[in-house]
């Protein structure tokens, strides 16, 4: 048996925080108490006036094809992440060969090092003693979709949907947490609600949940995203997520209460920082243009009056975003551009790119697209950003769980990858927002209890000693929108399993992390 102690600290949990020590024995902790004794041969951490947490969720994760590399872990731990629940936004590298989540998600995702083939359990099996945290995933729609019937519109025949309602069946029988729908990518975004009623009830069967890039752009539109969202849970029973919720935070109260009160209750995961990213393809180009694996793009532009159409249809997009409008080009940052030729336009304004390059930021967004295969991702500054007195509501309500969306891709990456749990710590467990025990449960427990993670989320006797040591006077998020991979500080020492895998806030290279099945 191995034994770690954490000694002189104080444990943050239900109740609040008291001073206590935790004695771990194996995977388990074993003991939580004031003047534990040191166990022979058991390591030791002086905790000193730092505060013992569960391990964070990352309830919104893209680290799981890049989990294997020591950056993104450090990254992760230096958070006091534990545990990232992956297969996002409908897309994923299983089922199936994981050349469609390669090919359009390659720029959010990566490539799964390790995964050439197989289900959703043969995904799993390629994290268990690999990695220093815990990954579980979901069962992602749209690649299912893609698998049964390709990425092109209409919907989906009988013998189709029996043949995807197969695919989701046996995805959670092998441990998928849920379901996962991204409703504005391609082909996610062809699923009408009777094809996800369809899915659903198999989640539903199986006590998974139901988790939605809902369809429409967020924002002032999120009503209707919600109310789709609310129509599967009355119609199957399932129990429903709504991924990075950002929109008015009085709409989105109001609308999630009237929600409930109409039998539809639901959870959600968001992250403390105003800018969105994502796809360029998925911002700008209708859906027939943003198939991915395509030369779509190029032969719709290869002369022209054609290049002249496809700019209308750009603009007309662009305008007509709640989130975007009149100074799009200035709100767009590029963040992943892979094409050699493009590289260098990392980090700038499409408007910025377009002065350096004498060229024009729709023009030259096409160009970029084609050049990197559409492979490219950008940051979105809002309009009107919402401060932390403003989001704190929404942060306070019950069902919120942090997720981070993060995206490790890439020389300029969204800050929200590098600092979302530190920055919620930061800003969020203060006097007059949310006490330490709150923190704890938004970051941890109740992710843990709607994703069935087992005996994780909570610092008690006999839970998963999947630990954090968090230092209140100097956590904090360093990565900004212009310094964007700058490691979080404050956390130094993090446990996963019983085992030591961040200590004085360097990798022990230790790799106790599991491939996560969903409990129970």
């Known amino acids: ?52 947490l569960p391990g964070f969720v990352d309830a919104h994760s893209h680290a799981g094809a890049l989990v294997f590399e020591p950056e993104v872990q450090l990254a992760l731990l230096r958070q006091g992440v534990t545990t990232i629940v992956t297969g996002q936004d409908g897309v994923g590298p299983a089922p199936g060969d994981g050349v469609h989540a390669s090919t359009s998600f390659g ?34 729609a749209g690649t299912v979709r893609h698998v049964v019937r390709g990425d092109g519109p209409g919907s989906a025949a009988p013998d189709e949907l029996r043949a995807m309602r197969t695919l989701v069946r046996n995805g959670l029988d092998e441990g998928a947490v849920g379901l996962s729908t991204g409703l504005d990518y391609v082909p996610g975004l062809y ?55 950002h929109a008015p935070v009085d709409l989105a109260l109001a ?32 859906a027939e243009l943003a198939r991915p694996g395509t030369d779509d793009l190029a032969a719709a532009i290869a002369d022209p009056e054609g290049r002249a159409r496809v700019r209308v249809r750009v ?48 023009d030259l967004a096409l160009d970029v697209l084609v050049a990197s295969s559409s492979q490219v991702t950008v940051v979105m500054r809002v309009p009107s950003p919402r401060t932390a007195d403003e989001l704190a509501p929404l942060f306070r309500r019950p069902g919120h769980t942090a997720g981070s969306d993060g995206i490790f891709v890439g020389t300029h990456p969204h800050p929200r990858a590098y600092g979302t749990f530190a ?29 069935r993670l087992g005996d994780r989320g909570t610092v008690a006797v006999g839970s998963v000693a999947d630990l954090v040591v ?25 446990l996963v399993a019983g085992v030591p895998v961040l200590t004085d806030g360097a990798l022990t290279q230790a790799t106790p992390g599991q491939g996560l099945r969903r409990a129970g």
């Open 423 to 451: 920055r919620y710590l930061e800003e969020y467990a203060v006097p007059g927002r949310l006490s330490w025990a709150e923190a704890a449960r938004h970051l941890a427990t109740t992710a843990a209890e709607r994703y």
């Open 191 to 245: 699923a009408d609600t009777a094809e996800l009623a369809a899915l659903c009830i198999e989640v539903a069967d199986a006590d998974g949940l139901y988790v939605s890039h809902m369809r429409g752009g967020y924002e002032a539109n999120a009503r209707a995203g919600l109310e789709e969202i609310a129509a599967l849970v009355r119609a199957t029973g399932v129990r429903a997520h709504v991924s990075h919720l």
């Open 107 to 140: 720029a959010i995702d990566g490539e799964h090092p390790h995964h050439d083939g197989g289900g959703i359990g043969d995904l799993l099996a390629t994290y268990d003693g690999t990695t220093p945290l815990n990954v579980a995933t979901h069962v992602p």
């Open 1 to 52: 048996m191995t034994s770690v102690l954490l000694r002189g600290g104080s444990v943050v949990d239900d109740d609040g925080v008291r001073l206590a020590d935790v004695l771990v024995e194996d995977d388990r902790i074993a003991r939580i108490g004031p003047g534990i004794p040191v166990p022979p041969g058991a390591a030791v951490v002086d905790c000193g006036e730092r505060l013992v």
């Open 255 to 286: 609308v999630l209460d009237d929600l409930e009160r109409s039998g539809a209750p639901m959870s959600f995961d968001a992250y403390p920082y105003s800018r969105g990213c994502t796809i360029l393809s998925m911002l700008l180009l209708p």
């Open 315 to 362: 603009l007309e997009r662009v305008l007509g975003r709640a989130d975007l409008g009149a100074g799009w080009a200035d709100q767009v940052t590029l963040s992943h551009v892979p094409a050699p030729a493009f590289h260098a336009l990392q980090g700038r304004t499409l408007t910025e790119a377009a002065d350096v390059t004498a060229s024009d930021p729709v």
């Open 470 to 494: 968090v230092d209140p006077a100097r956590v904090a998020a360093r990565s900004t929108y212009a310094l964007p991979m700058l490691l979080a500080e404050g956390i130094d020492d993090v």
